[in-house]
C-alpha cells in the first residue's frame, strides 16, 4: 500500500488535510470522492518504486510506459517549457484525428510507443509527423511520454500535457486519451461552426471591398479625366469623391507606412499588462461580441476543468491549468483569485463568487456540483449549454449583419456610382 498526502473539501466546504493509504494515485482519488470529498491536492509520501530518475519503466492497462520519479510525477503538476522554437502549430482537426488515433491504439492493447510509431508512419501531416518523431525517439532513451509531449509546448496545450501527466501517476492512459481526443474533437467541431456561421458575412464583405478598390483604382481616375478635359463644372459629392480618391492614390505609401506602423504599436502595446488588461476587460464588455466570447471562454474552461477532474487532477492544479486557456487576462487573474479562495479554505462556489466576473448560473451549478460530490458531471452540463449559447448567438448576430454589411457597402458603392453618372445628366449645360 501507497501513502498519500491530501487536502480536500467535504461538501460543508471545510478544509481537511490527512493522509491515506491506497495501491494508486487513482485509487485514493476514487476512495476520496466516495467519500464525498473535493481532492485539492494529492501528494506522495513515499516513492513508488526506488528506482533512478532516468531509467524507471512502469506498465498500465494500455501499454508500456517510461516512467521518472521527479517533479513531473509529484502531486502538482508541472507545465511545459515556456518555449520551443522547433515546434510548430498544428492544426485542431488534425490534432483531433491523432488523439483519437492514439486513444482507439492504447485501448486495444497496444504498446505506446507502437501505437506512436505506427500513426507516424501513416502521418501526411508534416509537422505533427516530426514532432511525433522526436516523441518516439525520447520514449526510446527512456524519457516518460508527459516529458515528451511537454517539450512541444506549441503541439500540444497545457491540459493535454497536464492530463497525460496525471494518467501516467494513475495508470489510466487510455481513458485520459478517450477524454483528450472527445475534447478536442468538440472543441474543433465548435471551431467549425463559427467559422461556417462567418464565412457568409466575410464573403460579402470582401467582394464589396474589392469591387471598391476597382473603382478606386482604375474607374474614378478614368471619369476624373474625362470631365477635366470637357472642364465642366462638377456636382459637390463628386468633388469630395474625387479629392478624397486623389488623396488616396498620391500617399499609398503613407497610408500603408501608418497602417504598419499602427499595427506594430497595437503588438507592442499590447504585451504590456495593463494595456493588455484594458483591451481583455473591453472585449467582454462589449455589446453582443462581448457576451459571447465570455461564454465560449467559460465553455472550454468548464469542459477542460471537468476531463482533468475525471482523470484525476486535484482541483487546485486543474484551475492553474485551465486559467490561461482563454486567453483573457481578467478571466485568468479571476481563476487566479478562485484558486486562492479555495486553498485558504473556501468553498469552490463562493471562492469564484467572490471574484465577481463569473455569471450566477456558473455559480449556482458550481455550489451544486460540490454539494452533490459530482463536479466533473455538472461542469460539463455547464459546458454543453454555454456552447449551445454561444453558437445560438452566432446563427443571431450573423442574421443581423448580414443586411448590415450589404446596407454600408451597398451604400458605399452607391455613393461612388451617383459621384461618377451624376455629371453626366448635367454636364451638357456646363460645358465652357
Same mark, same amino acid.
Request: a positive charge; aromatic letters at 6%.
Given at each position: 500500500?501507497?501513502?498519500?498526502?491530501?487536502?480536500?473539501?467535504?461538501? %460543508?466546504?471545510?478544509?481537511?488535510?490527512?493522509?491515506?493509504?491506497?495501491?494508486?494515485?487513482?485509487?485514493?482519488?476514487?476512495?476520496?470522492?466516495?467519500?464525498?470529498?473535493?481532492?485539492?491536492?494529492?501528494?506522495?509520501?513515499?516513492? #513508488?518504486?526506488?528506482?533512478? %530518475?532516468?531509467?524507471?519503466?512502469?506498465?498500465?492497462?494500455?501499454?508500456?510506459?517510461?516512467?521518472?520519479?521527479?517533479?513531473?510525477?509529484?502531486?502538482?503538476?508541472?507545465?511545459?517549457?515556456?518555449?520551443?522554437?522547433?515546434?510548430?502549430?498544428?492544426?485542431?482537426?488534425?490534432?483531433?484525428?491523432?488523439?483519437?488515433?492514439?486513444?482507439?491504439? &492504447?485501448?486495444?492493447?497496444?504498446?505506446?510507443?507502437?501505437? =506512436?510509431?505506427?500513426?507516424?508512419?501513416?502521418?501526411?501531416?508534416?509537422?505533427?509527423?516530426? #514532432?511525433?518523431?522526436?516523441?518516439?525517439?525520447?520514449?526510446?532513451?527512456?524519457?516518460?511520454?508527459?516529458? %515528451?509531449?511537454?517539450?512541444?509546448?506549441?503541439?500540444?496545450?497545457?491540459?493535454?500535457?497536464?492530463?497525460?501527466?496525471?494518467?501516467?501517476?494513475? @495508470?489510466?492512459?487510455?481513458?485520459?486519451?478517450?477524454?483528450?481526443?472527445?475534447?478536442?474533437?468538440?472543441?474543433?467541431?465548435?471551431?467549425?461552426?463559427?467559422?461556417?456561421?462567418? !464565412?457568409?458575412?466575410?464573403?460579402?464583405?470582401?467582394?464589396?471591398?474589392?469591387?471598391?478598390?476597382?473603382?478606386?483604382?482604375?474607374?474614378? *481616375?478614368?471619369?476624373?479625366?474625362?470631365?477635366?478635359?470637357?472642364?465642366?463644372?462638377?456636382?459637390?459629392?463628386?468633388? @469630395?469623391?474625387?479629392?478624397?480618391?486623389?488623396?488616396?492614390?498620391?500617399? &499609398?505609401?503613407?497610408?500603408?507606412?501608418?497602417?504598419?506602423? =499602427?499595427?506594430?504599436?497595437?503588438?507592442?502595446?499590447?504585451? /504590456?499588462?495593463?494595456?493588455?488588461?484594458?483591451?481583455?476587460?473591453?472585449?467582454?464588455?462589449?455589446?453582443?461580441?462581448?457576451?459571447?466570447?465570455?461564454?465560449? /471562454?467559460?465553455?472550454?474552461?468548464?469542459?477542460?476543468?471537468?476531463?482533468?477532474?475525471?482523470?484525476?487532477?486535484?482541483?487546485?492544479?486543474?484551475?492553474?491549468?485551465?486559467?490561461?486557456?482563454?486567453?483573457?487576462?481578467?478571466?485568468?487573474? %479571476?481563476?487566479?483569485?478562485?484558486?486562492?479562495?479555495?486553498?485558504?479554505?473556501?468553498?469552490?462556489?463562493?471562492?469564484?463568487?467572490?471574484?465577481?466576473?463569473? *455569471?450566477?448560473?456558473?455559480?449556482?451549478?458550481?455550489? &451544486?456540483?460540490?454539494?452533490?460530490?459530482?463536479?466533473?458531471?455538472?461542469?460539463?452540463?455547464? !459546458?454543453?449549454?454555454?456552447?449551445?449559447?454561444?453558437?445560438?448567438?452566432?446563427?443571431?448576430?450573423?442574421?443581423?449583419?448580414?443586411? #448590415?454589411?450589404?446596407?454600408?457597402? @451597398?451604400?458605399?458603392?452607391?455613393?461612388?456610382?451617383?459621384?461618377?453618372?451624376?455629371?453626366?445628366?448635367?454636364?451638357?449645360?456646363?460645358?465652357?
Amino acid at each position: 500500500m501507497n501513502k498519500f498526502n491530501y487536502t480536500a473539501k467535504n461538501t %460543508a466546504g471545510d478544509l481537511i488535510r490527512d493522509m491515506i493509504e491506497a495501491e494508486s494515485r487513482q485509487s485514493a482519488l476514487t476512495t476520496l470522492r466516495q467519500k464525498g470529498l473535493t481532492v485539492v491536492s494529492l501528494t506522495d509520501v513515499e516513492p #513508488v518504486l526506488p528506482v533512478s %530518475a532516468e531509467t524507471a519503466k512502469s506498465k498500465d492497462g494500455g501499454g508500456q510506459l517510461f516512467r521518472r520519479r521527479s517533479k513531473e510525477q509529484s502531486g502538482d503538476l508541472q507545465l511545459a517549457p515556456k518555449k520551443n522554437p522547433g515546434s510548430k502549430k498544428i492544426h485542431l482537426t488534425d490534432m483531433a484525428v491523432f488523439c483519437r488515433q492514439l486513444a482507439i491504439s &492504447v485501448n486495444s492493447g497496444l504498446p505506446l510507443r507502437e501505437a =506512436l510509431e505506427g500513426i507516424h508512419e501513416d502521418m501526411d501531416q508534416p509537422a505533427l509527423k516530426a #514532432v511525433l518523431a522526436n516523441i518516439i525517439k525520447k520514449l526510446y532513451d527512456g524519457i516518460p511520454f508527459s516529458s %515528451a509531449v511537454a517539450a512541444h509546448p506549441k503541439v500540444f496545450s497545457p491540459v493535454f500535457i497536464g492530463m497525460v501527466q496525471a494518467a501516467e501517476q494513475s @495508470g489510466t492512459l487510455g481513458e485520459t486519451l478517450n477524454r483528450l481526443a472527445g475534447y478536442i474533437e468538440s472543441s474543433d467541431k465548435l471551431r467549425r461552426k463559427i467559422k461556417s456561421l462567418m !464565412a457568409y458575412p466575410i464573403f460579402v464583405a470582401a467582394f464589396f471591398i474589392i469591387i471598391c478598390l476597382v473603382m478606386v483604382v482604375a474607374i474614378i *481616375p478614368r471619369f476624373q479625366d474625362i470631365f477635366n478635359d470637357l472642364h465642366a463644372k462638377l456636382p459637390a459629392l463628386t468633388r @469630395g469623391v474625387f479629392g478624397l480618391n486623389n488623396f488616396i492614390l498620391q500617399n &499609398v505609401p503613407l497610408i500603408l507606412a501608418f497602417a504598419v506602423l =499602427l499595427t506594430v504599436v497595437f503588438i507592442f502595446c499590447r504585451r /504590456i499588462p495593463s494595456v493588455r488588461l484594458w483591451l481583455d476587460r473591453t472585449k467582454l464588455k462589449m455589446p453582443i461580441t462581448g457576451v459571447c466570447l465570455k461564454r465560449y /471562454i467559460l465553455a472550454r474552461i468548464c469542459r477542460c476543468t471537468a476531463i482533468m477532474l475525471k482523470s484525476g487532477v486535484p482541483i487546485s492544479t486543474t484551475l492553474r491549468i485551465v486559467s490561461a486557456i482563454g486567453d483573457n487576462l481578467i478571466i485568468e487573474q %479571476a481563476i487566479v483569485q478562485g484558486q486562492a479562495q479555495i486553498i485558504s479554505g473556501s468553498n469552490i462556489a463562493d471562492g469564484f463568487k467572490k471574484t465577481g466576473i463569473f *455569471p450566477s448560473l456558473l455559480i449556482r451549478m458550481l455550489r &451544486v456540483g460540490e454539494s452533490a460530490g459530482r463536479l466533473p458531471d455538472v461542469l460539463d452540463r455547464v !459546458a454543453d449549454a454555454y456552447e449551445d449559447q454561444v453558437e445560438a448567438s452566432i446563427v443571431t448576430a450573423t442574421a443581423l449583419l448580414e443586411p #448590415v454589411i450589404i446596407s454600408v457597402f @451597398g451604400l458605399m458603392v452607391l455613393v461612388l456610382v451617383l459621384s461618377i453618372y451624376l455629371p453626366v445628366f448635367t454636364v451638357s449645360t456646363h460645358i465652357r
